[in-house]
């Protein structure tokens, strides 16, 4: 971000000739001070030709740091004052030159007035990258994220789809809205867009996340003057925290810029609740920016002493696990679990979605929470129990693979939470895209049915993605010798193999019932040898 000392916002017409009027007439004063002591200077010097200099010499700093501090009160003192860059400039041009220096200030001045009726602000210029009239379907789907708020999260996929396939006009539009409607949500979105191989895609979102900074410094610096007089005021300093919360893990400030806004974002929260000591939602916002920040044990340590003094909460109890989870205390996981499980039996839809994972952790879980998922509707309760005990929960961070295409592999994977992207690579073409999986969608199963390498990269795709790995030793012993099932299986792998047939165009794929018939047919014949050889 860079700053001009001119102040270039528009101003109304009257108070534009107040500031011109009052900034000339204290330019001429000042030029008249100097020229009055140069002549005393020469004309006193006969008189007292040591004396005189040195006391004319020092009236003249004296008015140069007088018109310092002036512009200096003028700044602390008002909001926006108009001019203030020529206020700054007029002691340094005095200090330096004299009055040549101020009749130089009044000419810059005289050419600042006249061009600035022509010249582009920043403003219109940004309003010239990003139109304000496109209507797009891109721009309703952002309308209807905007209304969600803080669960926007969720609904990011869209926009990426956008990225990934949309013409160049819809990404442009997109990106458009969301470098008007910022929220630290939409992040990844232009970090993704900064990479797009559309040159003009790339420099419009360059720029829009330049503006955010922009945004976000002069938001940072109005908060910081308030904070100076309103040191006491504890509903400034937590707007002020959360100010930083905000972009303190947003990715588009520089790494040391970030780290700061964690620190003083934290430093903000604990203020708030040394004043507040019963407050749950700034105990909640100090723990999560504690762990998002990777202070973990100072996490667990600040969790664990909450809990304690009776202060459960939904989020407190989750962000808790989830610290527990980092730093490989399974045990108290567990532990933590239990005790608080009674927390997550509500019969809300993102209850009955958490719980899930909260009895998996306190051993109350049955695995009913997995009979929406295809592959596990063939088993009954009992069977979904012991996959979900036996299976391993692990951990990818965005970009990190999963597993890779041509390997060998003996398990499959269930996504707990999270978004994985499916990549092929296809000889000439190089690595495409094939398919997203979210939240109860798995992969893997044919390496772990068949024996057949992996056909596919998978990845993760959001910044922290929760698998539930299932091995061979654990899934075969169940299926053997249950034919209904294997063909129940063999037919939804053979509809998930046909889907990625046909998005990777490399042949003509018929979808009908005889071919789906024919292809699961070939699956299950494999899925019996490899049953037999293991």
Known sequence: MSGSPISMEPLADERDFSCAFWFMLLCLLVCLLQIALLWGMFWEYGLDPLKTPVYLIGWHSVLALVLFFWAWYRGRNRPSPCLNGFYYLLPLATGMMGFVGIIGVMLAFGLFWEYRKTATSFEEWYESLFPADFIHASMELMSRIESQGANANAALTPFMDILAYGTQEQKQTMIAKMSRHFKPAFAPVLREAVNNADNAVRVQAATAISHVENSFMRRTMAFEQQLEHHPEDMELVLTVARHYDDFAFTGLLDPVREGENRQKAIAGYRACLAGRPGDHGIAIALGRTLVRSGALEEAAEFFEATLRHGEATHPMVLWAMETLFKLKRFDQLAALSQHHRKLFLGDEDWM??????????????????LHHVPIFQFFSVPERTSLVKAGKVLEYKEGETIVRQGETGDSFYLIVSGMVVVTLDTPGQGSMEVARLGEGNYFGEMSLLTGAKRNANCLALTEKCRLLEISIQDFIPIIRGKPDILTALA????????????????????????????????????????????
């Open 352 to 369: 009955v979605r958490i719980r899930d994972t909260v009895d998996l952790w306190s051993g109350w879980y049955n695995g009913d929470g």
């Open 491 to 534: 037919t939804d792998m053979a509809q998930r193999q046909l889907k990625t047939e046909a998005k990777t165009k490399v042949q003509f794929v018929d979808m009908d019932s005889q071919n789906l018939a024919q292809w699961a047919a070939r699956i299950e014949a494999q899925i019996q040898t490899h049953l037999a050889v293991s």
